[in-house]
């Protein structure tokens, strides 16, 4: 919804006190970046303080290091290893109760949440990962009323990219590192010697009402055009390249490659790059019952397609080997996801690089599939997650 | 189930430290509870009733490292309905089984004053080695909360729910960060069955593999990343021989490297 043509405005950073109070003001609960355990996490915040300042995060395969940067700037950083569907979609969550009566029983359903969460510092690829779910959640046949109620209350509040991680490949994708839409408010952090601001955008009526709200005033020439020069600089600066060009035929018409057996060698099958990937959905339920028998609960929690039992169907486990879990979950993040929801399950964050113990790195594997000629065999499982 | 009699409940001990019976006696609330769904039929740490079998349900903490031991784990198995074994003693070993790893008859001089009086077999070897066993819960110690689980599920007939993906599942789920990755921490998560909360990461240290080995291990990847933090092949064969040590995958692989030192 953003209007090109609209004037630009300009807040001070010290002006985020302000922007807390409004949101406050309007019932939000503000969730943002904050440093915990040697990270940049998603966190309830109270005030601008709890911002990373001056902080960086260094990426590679396996690796993430918060260095200190040589300013004092508030989101100058990447993307951590969590993303806001913890918020939007708890990983564990009760979803009914059951108790006993007499010989019957009575389900309680669980209350549908009422928190509104104002998330701060959201980045391209992530307003793309929350369209991707959803798609899921929302918009198929089933809804997911928790995921709506706290998907359609979140206010976005957007941060433009200034700066590329070791592992992102937005540019790769499509999905970065500008956001273009699906935001409330943009912002674009602007800091030197002389100045510490942000360029400040609208993206919906929600959004203009509390720009409206704010202390700003008219951005400069220079300050808009040290805005631009930034994001061009992340654009230019990502970490991996991935060539997305028919890969979905690629992987699906390559089921039987030796690739996959190579990768099975090397992964752990510990589900760390499906729990850190800000568009993996799945999720397994788990029903208990107290000794006395009287009360029963149904809860739901976030599983992945590396685990064993997601695989179990009557008569046993379809997907045993590492090689087929794995190819599972490429083939359905870059391929089969495509078939099922009409776009990519990718956005390239690269949260799945950093966060693979063993520094696996789904652009190579993609890479090695299509360096080597297609192995001839039939695709007899095309398109089939 | 219900309306008719209480069922029976043991609960044996062979080579251990206790520690699993005591997760039990810690589950206070839920104790009451269970306490009152079932019959304590034998339980020498809590109370001195000894009922005679046939029991319902049979819990076996320890591992058997005597000749009378593995004599008495078939009695108890010909008694008891369904037999679960507790904590990593009766599923693999224990820490015990160190021993499996040399010739028990040096130990054996170098501890006791009179080794005459030592009757004692050379290996530690888990319960499932002995008997069949209906259900082996992990830990060492076992999760009381998992316990809970167990029996409460034997009590409803349903099968227990104690996952056997890795820890790593744990710490995503809790929003810990990976010590891993974030802080060049060696860590046994990505090969170890889940069950503790991912206790330790949760507090910056890596896992030391107290379940055991999770479902699927690639523990030969799980060395190479070890080595790849600076962990020596004396180290890695040492972090693997650990209450574990005799679960046949974490074997192999300290074994692997044992060689290579
Ligand atoms: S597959 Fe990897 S890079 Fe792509 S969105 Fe998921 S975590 Fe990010
Ligand atoms: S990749 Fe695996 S965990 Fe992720 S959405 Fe697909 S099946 Fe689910
Ligand atoms: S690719 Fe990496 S993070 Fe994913 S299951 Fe394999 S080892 Fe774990």
Known sequence: ?385 | MAGKRKPKIAVWKFASCDGCQLSLLDCEDELLAIAGAVEIAYFPEATRTRLKGPYDLSLVEGSITTPEDAARIHHIRRSSKALVTIGACATSGGIQALRNFSDVKDFISIVYAEPAYIDTLTQSTPIGEHVAVDFELRGCPINKAQLVEVITAFLAGRRPKTPAHSICMECKRRGTVCVMVAGATPCLGPVTHAGCGALCPAYGRGCYGCFGPMEVPNTEAMSGAWKALGASEGEVMRVFRNFNAWSAPFRTESEAHEKEE
């Open chain 1, 1 to 385: 919804m953003g209007q090109g043509m609209e004037q630009r405005l300009t807040i001070e950073a010290s002006g985020l006190d302000g922007l807390f109070a409004v949101l406050e003001e309007r019932g939000f609960t503000v969730v943002g970046p904050t440093v915990r355990e040697g990270a940049i996490v998603y966190d309830r915040l109270a005030s601008p303080a709890d911002l990373p300042r001056g902080i960086t995060d260094e990426q590679d395969g396996g690796v993430y290091r918060l260095k200190k940067r040589d300013d004092d700037a508030l989101f100058g950083y990447v993307v951590g290893p969590q993303s806001w569907k913890r918020f939007l979609d708890p990983p564990v969550k009760r979803l009914w109760r059951a108790e006993r009566d007499g010989s019957d029983f009575r389900i309680v359903p669980e209350e549908v949440p009422r928190e509104a969460f104002a998330f701060l510092g959201v980045r391209s690829c992530e307003i793309h990962a929350m369209e991707i779910q959803d798609r899921v959640y929302i918009d198929g046949e089933f809804k997911d009323p928790g995921y709506e109620a706290r998907r359609r209350s979140a206010l976005i509040i957007a941060v433009q990219c200034t700066v590329a991680g070791g592992t992102c490949f937005c540019v790769s994708m499509n999905t970065g590192p500008k956001s273009e839409s699906g935001f409330d408010l943009a912002l674009i952090e602007v800091v030197d010697t002389e100045r510490h601001v942000f360029v400040i955008e609208a993206g919906s009526p929600r959004g203009r009402e509390i720009l409206e709200a704010l202390e700003t005033r008219p951005s400069e020439a220079s300050e808009l055009a040290e805005a631009e020069n930034r994001i061009a600089d992340a654009a230019a600066r990502m970490g991996r390249t991935f060539d997305a060009e028919g890969v979905h035929d690629l992987l699906t018409q390559n089921l039987e490659h030796p690739r996959w057996a190579e990768v099975a060698g090397r992964c752990l099958s510990c589900a760390n790059c499906t729990m850190v990937c800000p568009t993996c959905f799945c999720s397994t339920v788990e029903d208990v019952t107290d000794v006395s028998g009287d009360h029963a609960e149904r809860w739901q929690k976030q599983d992945s397609c590396f685990t064993m039992d997601f695989s179990q169907l009557h008569g046993g486990i379809v997907r045993s080997s590492t090689r087929s879990r794995y190819r599972q979950w490429l083939t359905h993040k870059l391929a089969t996801w495509i078939d099922q929801f009409g776009v990519s399950g990718c956005t390239g964050c690269g949260r799945c690089i950093t966060w693979c113990p063993v520094a696996i790195d789904l652009t190579e594997e993609v890479a090695a599939i299509r360096a080597n000629p297609p192995d001839a065999v039939e695709p007899h499982r095309r398109g089939k997650p």
